[in-house]
């Protein structure tokens, strides 16, 4: 099992990068960066919440400027790592499911049911709406058949050339996906998958 320790960079509420790598927490999935949860009470104020964007921050608070030690299990199909990381000697995902902010993905791991329980037994984070939040897997499952729809023969992944030349990849739960428009005469172009986008050497929009 290797080891990657240093600071580390959010990406989205359950990926870092850390000394170069990209580090896919693992056993838990957290709100995607353009995900708004149901309604709940915010200053007394009931209505739908960034719960996404909430996830990141809550990520980044936890780790702060510390460094962090991350125990590499596995390379996923989009080159990162997956890892359960610490800090301090404390598992962030555990944090992160405790505090209400992730669901224990239980679909590879169940080392994190216990702590979505209390969280969910409280009522804090992604639990405190009125209605059930829609878990990230579904909701990455929705966006990617509503762009199937209009993307040519369903490759619904944009590959976008920046003004400075960089090469960005957008999947349909990326907070830019509408606003990005794909000119293919540029090099812009549509993917099927991630991986594809990876190969082409595109990389992936950061979530914040």
Request: with cysteine; charged share 25%; glycine share 10%.
């Amino acid at each position: 099992m290797a080891v990657v320790t240093g600071t580390a960079r959010i990406v989205d509420g359950d990926t870092i990068d850390v000394g170069g790598r990209r580090v896919r927490l693992e056993g838990i999935d957290a709100p995607e960066s353009a995900q708004t949860c149901p309604a709940r009470y915010l200053g007394g104020i009931l209505g739908p919440w960034r719960c996404g964007v909430a996830a990141s921050s809550a990520l980044a608070r936890l780790i702060g400027s510390s460094s962090v030690s991350c125990e590499t299990h596995k390379t996923d199909k989009y080159e990162r790592l997956v890892a359960t990381c610490f800090l301090g000697g404390r598992d962030i995902s555990r944090e992160l499911v405790r505090q209400g902010y992730a669901w224990a993905f239980v679909k590879y791991s169940i080392n994190y049911v216990a702590e979505e329980k209390l969280a969910r037994t409280e009522k804090i984070g992604i639990w405190a709406s009125r209605e059930p939040a829609q878990p990230a897997w579904e909701y990455r499952k929705r966006r990617w058949a509503t762009a199937e729809q209009v993307a040519p023969a369903g490759c619904v992944i944009k590959g976008n050339i920046s003004a400075r030349g960089d090469r960005i990849y957008h999947t349909p739960w990326s907070p830019w996906y509408a606003k990005v428009r794909i000119n293919v005469r540029s090099g812009e172009r549509w993917f099927c998958d991630e991986g594809q986008a990876i190969a082409a050497g595109f990389r992936r929009a950061r979530g914040r």
